[in-house]
T-cell receptor
Framework: NAGVTQTPKFQVLKTGQSMTLQCAQD?????MYWYRQDPGMGLRLIYY???????DKGEVPNGYNVSRLNKREFSLRLESAAPSQTSVYFC?????????????FGPGTRLTVL | GQQVMQIPQYQHVQEGEDFTTYCNSS?????IQWYKQRPGGHPVFLIQ?????EVKKQKRLTFQFGEAKKNSSLHITATQTTDVGTYFC????????????FGAGTRLAVHP
């Protein structure tokens, strides 16, 4: 059981470049999430997918798009990277269906936009 | 909008001292979760509190949920260097049970 996996672990982009962050979970969870973490800001929700086939915006969705490819995989795309998107990105999954389920986080992707 | 606030933002203690972090929500929560993130790591679930006034213990860690279900605390007795990290509280986002709102976290440094 790998849990939640993310690729890549590190990435450096130039302003205007695009990239896709990959996330996969093997726990048969229904809900998946993308967060960004900036110093002193905690975890802010970018997008989430309550179940396969659905996605919805979180607190800070501007500049990002997502795809719930199947039940296992949830990707985050930056179409035109900006320095303000320099951050650590975490994917998380949850069994779903209830607020009482814990979230399981991936190891994170550390992204720098120059 | 809904807010979850944590204090202090940062605390450093000598090994063996106690530590407490507080979490305050602007709304009543059905439950509250606590996560720990080690330096360079990812958040890991510690515990969930559901009932008003609930107290749970995990070895040296004591978690409390307030009577009004709007605040919570985490107390660590006799800190050790392994306690270093950032502690986050999180509650369900109003109107969206599939989403959590996280506090900004309390970063704990422990000096040997």
């Amino acid at each position: 059981n790998a849990g939640v996996t993310q690729t890549p672990k590190f990435q450096v982009l130039k302003t205007g470049q695009s990239m896709t962050l990959q996330c996969a979970q093997d726990m048969n969870h229904n809900s998946m999430y993308w967060y960004r973490q900036d110093p002193g800001m905690g975890l802010r929700l970018i997008y989430y997918s309550a179940s396969e086939g659905t996605t919805d915006k979180g607190e800070v969705p501007n500049g990002y798009n997502v795809s719930r490819l199947n039940k296992r995989e949830f990707s985050l795309r930056l179409e035109s990277a900006a320095p303000s998107q320099t951050s650590v990105y975490f994917c998380a999954s949850r069994l779903g269906g209830s607020s009482y389920n814990e979230q399981f986080f991936g190891p994170g992707t550390r992204l720098t936009v120059l | 909008g809904q807010q979850v606030m944590q204090i202090p933002q940062y605390q450093h203690v000598q090994e063996g001292e106690d530590f407490t972090t507080y979490c305050n929500s602007s709304t009543t929560l059905s439950n509250i979760q606590w996560y720990k993130q080690r330096p360079g790591g990812h958040p890991v679930f510690l515990i969930q509190l559901v009932k008003s006034g609930e107290v749970k213990k995990q070895k040296r860690l004591t978690f409390q949920f307030g009577e009004a279900k709007k605040n919570s605390s985490l107390h660590i007795t006799a800190t050790q260097t392994t306690d270093v990290g950032t502690y986050f509280c999180a509650g369900p986002l109003s109107g969206g049970y599939n989403k959590l709102i996280f506090g900004a976290g309390t970063r704990l440094a422990v000096h040997p």
